[in-house]
């Protein structure tokens, strides 16, 4: 078997720039100049031009997001003048109503917590595994480790979700009592 010459191998990558594009696109944190160049197998100095370059292009062609030396590395942000836009697009979602089923789940664990999907399952009388996932990646709900008899994983309110609610915490929220049907059964209401 016989190796490729280094030249060939070398062909075959694509370019600084594109290779330094590709990089920063991925980092959730700022990446340094000796982790690329070292990443790239190029001079330092290389790298940190390449680097220089495409921040200064991207600032002349005004773009929509910058490349900035921040934290001891570079990382691509989103451009001033943009930032209104991103933030629109980011929160639309999380502005958004939650549904019937996510409120009626969302107080089953507010008042039962921690409680399994099971539990919540039985007292709202359908499955609610698909809302249990919801309000967790909302960041409403969190798991609260496994309940000791059943192995099932438990679920608890979030310090976002009092802070949403303008609460202390959970002992802050309203008795539910004056709220019920006179004729629901006792197991229901029992412990709130």
Do not use: K
């Not at 062909?11 to 696109?25: K, Q």
């Not at 709220?179 to 197991?187: F, G, I, S």
Request: contains cysteine; hydrophobic residues 40%; aromatic residues 6%.
């Amino acid at each position: 078997m016989t190796e490729e010459p280094a030249a060939a191998v070398a062909d075959d990558l694509p370019g600084l720039r594109a290779s330094v594009e590709a990089i920063l696109l991925v980092v959730d944190e700022p990446v340094t100049e000796l982790t690329l160049a070292q990443i790239l197998e190029r001079p330092r100095d290389e790298v940190v031009a390449t680097l220089r370059e495409l921040a200064a292009e991207y600032t002349e062609q005004g773009r929509g997001f910058d490349l900035r030396e921040i934290a001891g590395g570079w990382r691509f942000y989103t451009r001033d003048v943009c930032a209104p836009v991103v933030e629109r697009f980011v929160t639309d979602g999380q502005q958004a109503r939650l549904t019937q089923a996510a409120l009626e789940t969302l107080a089953v664990v507010a008042y039962r917590q921690p409680v399994s999907r099971a539990r919540v399952s039985a007292i709202r009388g359908v499955n609610s595994d698909g809302v249990i996932r919801t309000l967790t990646l909302r960041g409403l709900i969190e798991e609260a480790g496994q309940d000791p008899e059943t192995q099932a994983h438990l679920y608890r309110t979030t310090g976002y979700f009092l802070e949403r609610l303008g609460l202390r915490s959970v002992e802050d929220l309203p008795d539910l009592a004056p709220y019920l049907p006179d004729d629901l059964p006792e197991e229901i209401i029992e412990g709130h």
